[in-house]
């Protein structure tokens, strides 16, 4: 997988140093830190490039005018403490995390994807968006329309579709490198981090179970499920709380799986996304009313671990859905 690169233009700063070191020879001050920004922290250095899903994207200064869509995104910004440059937000996937949920949350532009007219009618100085698919033109607007029209774009790096640029699998490194992203572009590296420090340590906080239980990962889906699979965000959570994901060697972040595949994997737990569009209650008749998964053991003895939709996805919630998950499977009676 290609990482997401950032170019500064630091040369020419260089060559000014090395001269003005020759002009002082020995000469010292006795402050020689970097002044700190308005927000506490050291200054960055622009432009700053960014190669964002095979995209080339440059930012001049921070963004301060914010769309944001997706809750990857909108949460990224808010636990970066830069809710006060958020403009609008667009398709929230729940609600956000008592961590650092705002006071007063951003004003909604739209309930999904919004389309370009409503985002330009913002002006905003960057789109940040959670999946690919938001800066399409059935959607925000192309990513080379808006640049031209002076609005930059940002594609959360764990959403990356082309193989050149997906995660595969995705690792905990790469979320951590999208925070570190995130804290270059808006001018706040300390924050940035801050938040990976704290998240690696909940993350190495957590004993992974030793008993070989495998797992159903539901998302959508009635007919056919549509479940986590074996390269992205489920993957990642089930290894670090020690669960076996039945669809883990599909080669992709989400897939279709039959019905009569869960029966035949015949998982020791189902993990169950919770959104308003398909909620976790909904999931459960659904198992419980078909005529095959009915039978399973997880489902006749309740073996549900739920979480957020938000959590679901790659991004700052990950941690959050290890947590959650382990939590439950600790508290879960898997006597039969």
Known sequence: ?????????????????????ALVGCATTPETNTPPSAT???????????????TEVT?????????????????????????DRVA????????????????????????????????????PDLVYAGWESNVTAEGAGE???????GVNTLVSPAACQEAEYQPNPLTWEDLWDEITLAGDVFDVSTAADSLITDQQQRLDAITSDDRGLSALWYSSGSDTPYVGAGIGNPQLVMDAVGLTNIAGEVPMTWSSLSWEAVVDADPDVIVLVDSDWGSAETKIAQLEGHPATAALPAVQNHRYLIIPFPAGEAGVRSVEAVETIHQQLADLDLLE
């Open 59 to 83: 930012f001049d200064e921070a963004p301060d005018h914010v769309v944001a869509i997706k809750s990857t995104s909108i949460e990224m910004m808010l636990a970066l403490g830069l809710q």
């Open 143 to 149: 990513r080379d329309t808006l640049h031209r029209l």
């Open 88 to 123: 609008g937000v667009a398709f929230p996937d729940g609600p956000y995390a008592q961590e650092w949920a705002p006071e007063t949350e951003p004003d909604v532009i739209s309930e999904r994807v919004p389309g370009q007219e409503t985002v330009l009618d913002i002006e």
């Open 1 to 21: 997988m290609r990482k997401p690169t950032i170019i500064r233009a630091r040369t020419l700063i260089a060559a000014l140093a090395i001269g003005l070191l």
């Open 40 to 54: 506490g922290q050291a200054e960055a250095t622009y432009p700053i490039t960014v190669d964002n899903c095979g």
